[in-house]
């Protein structure tokens, strides 16, 4: 009985989404796996793995709606600093869930990309990173980043080290930079910024994510902890974000 409930909620919310007013791009936070363990009475891991479902749950919901571009928040350079086991678990669970969705994702027209900083990664890891993702890259369909080892100032500050040769070089011209010249060399180089940003567990931060292509990007907090933020939540938020006026600065 619950499911049927559920399932009509799913409906109801595909519905109200008006597809003339849909984001192009959607990037998330997912906070609160490590909490949503804790009640039930089990270790962070747990509640990562079952995070996995939830990014399962929205990427679907993305292709079904017909979303171009989704960015999800997987691992910080600030996580470095957490207890050794987790981070190896979090390495782990990261390539591991790519290795086993990527065929089905590809199936689905999904283009699969990491972004982030090689710094701290192994050549290993990133060559498997990259192996698996190459597979999707002629598909057409959503666009699904994968913000690993990722930092919003840290992709700001290798943006600038990457255009001061082209400066001294004569390439580019100082007195003439513009943000576009900056833009080309962030991790998300030819993607829009994202229209909505959604952070789950209540928390009311960027977390250094997306500072940049954040400047004008809606907001959406919910209290839902990320494991328990499925289509319903996914698809609310979409139309909670539609009913917004964007002025840009405007009137």
């Known amino acids: ?46 509640g990562h ?48 869930s790519l290795v086993n969705e990527i065929d089905q994702m590809s199936k689905n027209n999904i283009v699969v990309r990491f972004i982030g900083t090689n710094k701290n990664l192994s050549p290993e890891y990133q060559e498997k990173i990259h192996r698996e993702c190459e597979k999707s890259w002629n598909n057409t369909g959503l666009n699904f980043n994968i913000a690993m080892n990722y930092g919003g100032r840290l992709e700001i500050l290798e943006a600038v080290k990457k255009i001061m040769p082209l400066i001294k070089s004569g390439e580019i011209n100082e007195e003439n930079i513009c943000e576009k010249d900056i833009e080309q060399y962030l991790y998300t180089a030819g993607m829009p910024d994202p229209d909505l940003m959604i952070r789950t567990s209540g928390e009311m931060r960027l977390s250094n994510y997306l500072i940049w292509q954040s400047a004008y990007t809606e907001l959406y907090f919910t209290n839902i902890l990320w494991p328990d933020f499925k289509k319903e939540a996914f698809l609310k938020a979409i139309v909670d974000f539609q009913k917004r006026n964007r002025r840009f600065g405007g009137i």
């Open 1 to 46: 009985m619950f499911f049927f409930r559920k399932k009509s909620e799913i409906e109801k919310y595909k519905k109200l989404i008006n597809s003339k007013k849909l984001p192009n791009h959607i990037a998330v936070i997912m906070d609160g796996n490590g909490r949503w363990a804790k009640k039930q009475g089990a270790g962070r891991l747990y």
């Open 49 to 96: 793995r079952n995070g996995v479902e939830s990014v399962r749950a929205i990427v679907e919901a993305s292709v079904e709606i017909g979303l171009k571009y989704l960015t999800i928040y997987a691992f910080s350079t600030e996580n470095w600093s957490r207890p050794e086991d987790e981070v190896k678990g979090l390495l782990k669970l990261i390539l591991d």
